[in-house]
């Protein structure tokens, strides 16, 4: 059967190198078959369709789950079989240092996974018990049924969705609350449009507001114009995957995604745009507030640029850059959300790991205009900064009490302990000067 062979494949492919397993798991199942990838822990069973009215987790629906269970700890079994004769047959003794060490780092990614296999089945061997004291298929935290289709899917879940996604949360709330290192970046890629006092501005305005980065104790601000060799090393690997556009923004108005006139360009030329050829795989993420979303790069996205005519690092290029390598959660305004999918795209094109993203929502005028310097919005009165800090939770939904003596260090202090990103509004309500 075709799909099981596609699935033996793709497992085999995700032991052994990352950015290959995340295209494996989007591959389509061409027969009606259970969709089998990478990230489905079996290459076949059939659904369990329960009669109307039957009991939950009766002994039809615990012998259904207990044989998924024994065959998918028979296939880690096998695998981890494969992996030991697999190491005995190859342990040659290389003459050659440099190969004796690719030798070591294929060994050592086998051991890895080993060992996850190892952690995994006795997670299977604990579910097994709890089949046996007929103590499966309840959500531990609350208690009520997880449900046919999840636990299919997940056979060793021991939470329901809800408060799986609730204990999510939490964790991105723990790092943010305990050991989370703050610091700023300031995307200063674009000199021709900037103003040379706003960067000034906005670190006068962080440090008033106590905002300002925090590394290893030390304070920082690291600025994107200090990356140019970064964002030149990301480029020459995805080489083989640009071309040259000298397409005119007039020649490509009116098409939404970019058509690919240039894609037969592929040696470097001068006064032209670097584009990355898009590949039709799926991205997808969930934002900790906005929810799940999932694109299908080509038809959503489109080739998109790089690095632009005038020299300068397009912005989604580098953040994706900087991003992957430097952080573990990111916090940002909505309007980068529709930008996202291009830069986990890239991140996977480098094999670098996506953070965690939480968008939230920016402030609008009473017409619906976002504030920004374009819409000329008023800038922070930095001699009323706790003030400031005050209405700023209370617009995110934090509900911060009334101390009109506190100082910026109480209201940052208030925050960190109180924070809830669960109470943050999808919109917020509109800006009013003075509020
Ligand atoms: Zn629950
Ligand atoms: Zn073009």
Known sequence: MATKAKAKTASKTAATKKAASKKASTAKSGSTAPRATANSPFRNYTPYEPKKKETYM???????????LMNWRRELMEEVDRTVHHMQDE????????DRATQEEE?????????????LIKKIDQTIDRLDQEDYGYCDTCGIEIGLRRLEARPTATQCVDCKSLDEIKDYLDIRQRGGQWFVRLDDLDPPRQDPLADSQIIAALNVHGLIGNRDGSTVVDYQSDHQ????TALQRVQDQLFYCNCSRRSLSGEPIYPGTC?????????????????DIEVSFIDELQGAFSYQMASD????????????????FAAAVDDGQDATHVLRGEDLLEVTAQQIYVMQLLDLAPPQYAHLPVLSFA??????????APSLNNHQAAANLRSALSYLGQNPPVEPAWAVSQWL??????????RVPKQLSTYVENA
């Not at 996205?301 to 912005?315: E, M, P, S």
């Not at 017409?367 to 000329?376: P, R």
Request: some cysteine.
């Open 58 to 68: 009766n002994e039809a629906q615990l012998a259904h789950f207990r044989e998924m």
């Open 367 to 376: 017409d619906g205009t976002k504030l920004s310097k374009q819409t000329h």
């Open 263 to 279: 894609r037969g360009r592929k040696a470097l030329q001068a006064d032209c745009a670097v584009r990355l050829h898009v590949q």
């Open 107 to 119: 060994f050592s990614i086998e051991l890895r996974t080993r060992d996850r296999e190892r952690k």
């Open 413 to 422: 202090q208030w925050g960190l302990s109180n924070w809830r990103l669960d």
């Open 91 to 98: 342990a040659a003794n290389f003459p050659d240092p440099a």
């Open 229 to 232: 060799h970064r964002y030149e």
């Open 301 to 316: 996205q489109g080739d998109f640029i790089v690095k632009r005519r005038d020299g300068l690092w397009a912005y989604n």
